[in-house]
């Protein structure tokens, strides 16, 4: 991904969008693009959410996984985890809101009208992250 949007020169579009109001959100991968550090290694970023993220947290493929954890703000069920090569958000700044935690992690954030999440919610059938980020780019929340 990283490559794609230094090919593509979208760093700055993105960044003049988040700058104008526009709402991101960002799954796995997409939560280190957004990230204001990487490590593991360092990486360039758009650096458009206040949180260091440790690339491949969970460990590799092989230790890929599945888990739930509760999310009070989108109430119950528990929400549904698929860690891919996961990362770690391992620090968050002032403004940075963690919805949700994994292994005593934030796994779910937001800040402003930008969320992330460390899992991937796509792959499962719960749609309560997605409709959120609808609200969220609404203004509705």
């Known amino acids: 991904m990283l490559k794609f949007l230094l090919e593509e020169d979208l760093f700055e579009p993105l960044r003049t969008f988040h ?3 526009g709402a991101l959100y960002g799954t ?3 939560t280190i693009l957004l990230a204001r550090a990487v490590q593991n290694p360092a990486q360039q970023s758009l650096a458009l959410l206040d949180i260091e993220i440790q690339r491949n947290g969970y460990g590799r493929q092989l230790e890929s996984h599945l888990g739930a954890t509760p999310c009070p703000e989108l109430g119950e069920p528990d929400l ?3 860690m891919i090569r996961a990362p770690i958000i391992s620090a968050t700044g002032a403004d940075v809101h963690v919805l ?5 992690q ?3 954030v937001r800040e402003g009208r930008v969320l ?4 991937h919610p796509e792959l499962t059938t719960d749609t309560r992250i997605h409709a959120y980020f609808l609200e969220v780019a609404a203004c509705i929340r």
């Open 100 to 104: 949700a935690k994994w292994r005593g």
């Open 19 to 21: 700058q104008r109001g």
């Open 116 to 119: 992330a999440t460390t899992f």
């Open 28 to 30: 796995c991968a997409g």
């Open 106 to 108: 934030p796994a779910f």
């Open 80 to 82: 549904p985890l698929v």
